[in-house]
């Protein structure tokens, strides 16, 4: 699993109350290898997490992964290179976890793609539609 984002926000290397802390450990107690990066709070997060490899960028984290959490919303991660992504991916699988991509893009690129809070069905479809597919 690769994991973007350690911080609990964004231009900060805060990691207090981070989301990533309990995320990560989460998926060590399901049995993942997690990999992870975030531009500010890495030696932060040495600290606090164990068992975690930690990529030099976005792209050396996700290279081989079979699924991408975004769990913090950092700038840079909002203007990755969307296909060299999915090349470097295992699998094509992405949990944005602060919605910064739009799920149509997504699904039209190849990912399979979950957000928080909002549908990744096709808007122009009614929901009676929706629930026949």
């Known amino acids: 699993m690769a994991v973007l984002g350690l911080a609990f926000k964004p231009n900060t290397d805060d990691m207090r109350e981070a989301p990533s802390l309990a995320l990560i450990t989460a998926l060590q107690d399901m049995g993942a290898r997690v990999r992870a990066y975030d531009p500010a709070a890495i030696e932060q997060a040495k600290s606090l997490l164990s068992n975690i490899t930690y990529g030099n960028d976005a792209y050396d984290c996700v290279d081989g992964a079979d699924a991408l959490v975004i769990a913090t919303e950092w700038e840079q991660f909002r203007a990755l290179d969307l296909r060299r992504l999915k090349e470097l991916m ?21 990912f399979a793609y979950a957000c928080v809070g909002r549908s990744t069905t096709d808007p122009a479809l009614k929901p009676e539609d929706r629930a026949a597919r």
């Open 90 to 110: 295992a699998s094509p699988v992405v949990i944005d976890l602060r919605n910064i991509y739009r799920p149509d893009e997504m699904k039209q690129l190849g």
